[in-house]
C-alpha cells in the first residue's frame, strides 16, 4: 500500500494500523524554510525505543533552529533537501511503501512525515535500555574473558566481531516471528564453514512458524534434529569467546536478539564436556580437569542406580566390611533403598529448583536448610541412611562439574531412568538401561554429524581434543567433523622444541 | 498411526514385562541376615547335623560409641539332616534372610569330617553368591565352640579367622587354601590340605593342617608337615626357618619361595625331580650363653638349611605315600606330562602307584641380607 500525500490521511492510516495504542507518540511541527511556503511535518516512533537526545540533536533542532536562518531560498523540493542537507542522523531510508514505514516503527525507528509528500523518511534513531555486559552466570571461569552475551543483538555481534577481525566472518540478518518479528542473525565465517552446512540452517530457519520468538531457546526446539529425546542436539552458550572459537572450528551461531544465549551447530556430546578454559590454560591442567569432568558425568547418572542395586540386589559385591556398615546404617529405615533414593534425589532437585526461584538474600538460606534437612535431621530422624547422603552428595557435586547446563539436565533425567532399571533388575537393569542409553545417543545426530562423534563413528585426529586435549601445537588441524572448508589453522610444520629458550639465551 | 500406537505400547509392555518378572531377587541389604561364619557338627544325641552360624549384631556397627558392652555377634544352631534344611530352618529363628554372600568361613568338626565333608561343602559350591575366597576349615573337636570363643580384639570370629590366614606373612605353619582353590583339588582327586583350627576358652588358634583324603577327614598333618605342604601348594609368602649350626641358631626369614615339580618316567619307573628355591633374610642369630656371634658362614648356613628342607618335605611325602594321599596333585602332573602312562595307571593310581613313586628334592635356600650389624665377618666359602 501506498502512502497518502496528505499528512493528517497519513498519520490517521498510522494510527489506526496500530490502534491507536497509548505509546505511539505523533509529534506534529512546522517546517518553515526559507522561500518555501510553510508546511506541517511530523515524526511517528514509538516511546522509549528511540533516544530523545539525538531526536532533538539529529532532527529537531536542525529543522526548527537552523534551517530557518538559511539566507538563500533553497530550490530544491522539501523532502529532498531536508533528506541531504539538514538532518544529521547517521542512516535513513526514504519509502512510500505505508507497510515498511509500519515496520520501521516497529523495529524502533522514527518516521518523518511531510505535507504533500506520499513518501516518509525512516531514521535508525535506536536507542532503548539495555543490560550492561557482565560475567557470565553459568558458564564462568577461572582463566579467561569474562564477558558475556546481553539481550541486545547488536552488542552480541560486537562481541563476537571484536574477537575475530576477519572480512569472512558474515552475519545474516532475518526476520522470524509472525507477530514478533523478532531479529535473528546467523553467524559464520565464511571460507570455513561448511557451505551445505549454512543452507541447511537457514532453510531450517526458514521453516520456522512461530508467532514470537522470545528467546532462543524457542530456535533451538523448533530446528533440532531430535525432539524426542532428553539431549540437546544444539549447543547453547552465553559466552562470546566460545562462540568466536566455534566459528573458527567451522560450526555455525545463531544469535536471537532478546536473548543472552547463542546457539551453535552443529554440537555433539564432546563438544559440549569441554570448557573454554581448557584451552585457555595449560594442557597437563586441561588434561586433568578433563578426565575429572568425563570421571564425573559417569558418577552424576549412574552412582544412585549403582547404590540400589548394589544395596537391593548384589550386596556381595560390595567389600565386607562396608557391607556390614551400609547394613547397620539403613537397620531400621521404613522405605527400600529404591524409595530412599528417590525420595533423597527428588529433594535434591526441589533445592536445586528452589535455589534458582528464590531472591538472592533468601536463596542463600535454602542451601542452609537444605544442608541441614539432607545432611542432618533426615538421618537422625531415621528416615535416610547416612551411606544415601553421601551418595546423593555426590551425585549433586559432580552434576554440577558438567560445563553445560543443558546437557546436565539430560543426564539428571537419565539418572532416574537409570535408578528405576536398576530397581527392577539391579546390575543387569543397570548395565541394560546404560545399553539403551548408549543406543539412544548413538543414533542422535546435530545437523548430520553424529552425536558421540570422535567416538563413533570413531575419528582419531579428533580424539586429540576429547577426553584429552593434547599440546596447542599439536592441534594444528579444524575438527573434522564440521566437514570445515578450511582444514588447518596453523600453518604446517613443526614447532622446534626449545627454540624459545635458544633465543632468549642469545640476548 | 499404528507406529505412533506402538511407540506407545513399547514403554508400557517393558513395563509391565518388568513388573511382573522383575525384582523377584531385590531384598535390600538390612533384610539380609549376613552369615559370617557356619560351623557343622554331628550331634552327641542322634545322628543329625547341626549347623551353627555367625550373625552381627547390625546395630552394634552403626555407631563406634556404644562400645564394648553389647554383644556383637550372635551365633545360633539348629540340627537337620542337610545343610539347605537347616539353612531353611533358621527362618524360625529370624526373620531376615539367610545371606551367604559374605559368608567368610567353613568349619567342620573332626567327628563330622571324618565321615566326609562332600554333602556339606555342595550346598555351599552350589550357591553363585558365596565368595570363593572363603576358607574351609577343619576344627580340631568341636566345630561350633570356635564362635563361642570370647576374643576382645575381635568384634566377629569369623572375619578374625579369615583375616588371620590372609594377612599371615611370618609363619609358615599354616597352609593358606581358600575355597576355590580347595574345590579345585577336591574336585581333580578328593584329596587336599585344609588349616585346622583350635579354640579355647579364650583364643583361636589356627596351627597345622587336615589331611584330606577321598572327601574324608584322615590325619593332621603336624606344623612342620604343613610347612613342607606349604612348599610343594607354593603358596609360601613369609616365615621364618631355624637353623642350629655350631650351636648357633639362625633365623631365616623366607621373602619368597618358588616350588618346582617335575614328573620324570624313565623306564616305565616314575619319579618326581623337586626343586625348592627360596630368597631370604638372616634376622637373628641366638647364641646360647655368652657371647653370640657376629660371625656368619653363609654356606654353610644354606646347606643346613637346605638340608632341613629336605629332610621336612621327605617326611611329609613318606607319610603321604603311606596314608595313600596325594593332596598335592602330582597325579594331575603326570597326566599332563605322560598321558599314555596315566591312562594305563589312573585307576590304580593312589593304590598302587603312588605309594611307590621315588623323589628326588633339591633344595636352594639363598641369604641375601645379614642385617645391619656391625663387625660381622663373612667368609667366604671354601673351594
Known sequence: ?507 | MTMKRNRCLVPILAMIILLIAGCWDAKDIDQRSFVMGVAFDISDTDDQLVMTIEIPVLTSFATQTQGAQSAKSLVIATTGTSVAQMATRFETRTWRELFFGHTQCIIIGEDLAREGILPIIDFFDRNPRVDRRLTLFIAQDKADQIYHVKNPLEALVSVALNQMLNTLTNTTRVVKRNFQEALRDLESNGDTVLPRVRGTDTEIVIAGGALIRDYKFTAWLSENETRAVAFLYNSISGGVITANVSDTIYSYAVRNAATDIKPVLKDDELSFKIKVKSEGDIIETYHKGSGGTTQFDIPKIQDKLNQIMADEIHHLLAKLQELHADPIGFDRLVKRHYPAFWKEHAKDWKEKVWPEVKFEIITEFNIRRTGILERVTVYEKQE
Do not use: C
Open chain 1, 1 to 507: 500500500m501506498k502512502l497518502a500525500k496528505r499528512i493528517h490521511h497519513n498519520i490517521k492510516f498510522l494510527e489506526e494500523q496500530f490502534n491507536n495504542t497509548t505509546d505511539l507518540v505523533v509529534r506534529r511541527f512546522n517546517i518553515n524554510l526559507p522561500g518555501v511556503r510553510e508546511v506541517s511535518a511530523a515524526l511517528v516512533f514509538f516511546d522509549g525505543l528511540i533516544s530523545n537526545q539525538q531526536i532533538t540533536d539529529a532532527v529537531l533542532n536542525p529543522i526548527l533552529h537552523e534551517a530557518i536562518q538559511f539566507k538563500q531560498p533553497i530550490d530544491a523540493d522539501i523532502l529532498t533537501f531536508i533528506k541531504e542537507s539538514v538532518l544529521s542522523d547517521a542512516e535513513h531510508h526514504e519509502t512510500n511503501d505505508a507497510d515498511k514505514v509500519v515496520m520501521a516503527i516497529l523495529m524502533g525507528e522514527v518516521a518523518l512525515l511531510i505535507d504533500g509528500y506520499s513518501s516518509a523518511l525512516t531514521l535508525s534513531l535506536k536507542g532503548w535500555q539495555h543490560r550492561s555486559i557482565e560475567s557470565p552466570q553459568s558458564e564462568g571461569v577461572i582463566r579467561g574473558p569474562r564477558d558475556s552475551f546481553i539481550e541486545a543483538i547488536n552488542r552480541n555481534m560486537m562481541l563476537i566481531r571484536r574477537r575475530l577481525r576477519d572480512p569472512s566472518l558474515v552475519f545474516e540478518r532475518i526476520q522470524i516471528g509472525n507477530r514478533g518479528q523478532n531479529d535473528v542473525v546467523i553467524a559464520y565465517i565464511k571460507d570455513i564453514a561448511n557451505e551445505d552446512l549454512v543452507n541447511e540452517v537457514r532453510k531450517r530457519l526458514e521453516k520456522v512458524d512461530m508467532d514470537v520468538i522470545l528467546d532462543s531457546g524457542y530456535l533451538e526446539q523448533m530446528i533440532e534434529d531430535d525432539w524426542w529425546s532428553p539431549f540437546n542436539t544444539i549447543q547453547d552458550t552465553e559466552r562470546p569467546d566460545e562462540v568466536a572459537a566455534g566459528l573458527v572450528e567451522g560450526r555455525v551461531a545463531i544469535l536471537v536478539d532478546n536473548s543472552p544465549f547463542a546457539l551453535l551447530v552443529p554440537t555433539t556430546f564432546n563438544a559440549q564436556m569441554m570448557s573454554a578454559e581448557d584451552y585457555y590454560v595449560r594442557w597437563p591442567a586441561a588434561n586433568f580437569v578433563r578426565l575429572i569432568r568425563f570421571i564425573a558425568s559417569f558418577i552424576a547418572f549412574v552412582t544412585p542406580a549403582l547404590y540400589i542395586s548394589l544395596v537391593s540386589f548384589h550386596p556381595e559385591m560390595i567389600p565386607t566390611q562396608l557391607a556390614l556398615s551400609i547394613a547397620a546404617t539403613r537397620e531400621g529405615l521404613p522405605f527400600p533403598s529404591f524409595v530412599e533414593a528417590l525420595v533423597m534425589e527428588i529433594s535434591l532437585e526441589l533445592l536445586r529448583e528452589a535455589g534458582i526461584r528464590l531472591p538472592g538474600p533468601i536463596g542463600q538460606t535454602i542451601g542452609i536448610v537444605g544442608g541441614l534437612i539432607i545432611g542432618d535431621a533426615a538421618v537422625s530422624a531415621g528416615i535416610v541412611s547416612p551411606i544415601m547422603v553421601i551418595v546423593v552428595a555426590m551425585t549433586a557435586i559432580a552434576g554440577f562439574i558438567i560445563p553445560t547446563y543443558t546437557l546436565s539436565f539430560g543426564l539428571r533425567i537419565t539418572r532416574f531412568f537409570l535408578m528405576i532399571a536398576a530397581s527392577f533388575l539391579g546390575l543387569y537393569g543397570l548395565s541394560l538401561g546404560m545399553l539403551i542409553l548408549l543406543g539412544h545417543l548413538a543414533t542422535l545426530t546435530s545437523f548430520g554429524v553424529s552425536y558421540l562423534s570422535p567416538w563413533a563413528p570413531l575419528n582419531l585426529r579428533d580424539l586429540r581434543d576429547s577426553v584429552i586435549r593434547l599440546p596447542w601445537h599439536s592441534l594444528k588441524v579444524r575438527p573434522r567433523y564440521t566437514k570445515t572448508e578450511d582444514p588447518t589453522r596453523q600453518s604446517q610444520g613443526r614447532r622446534k622444541t626449545g627454540q624459545h629458550k635458544q633465543s632468549r639465551g642469545k640476548q
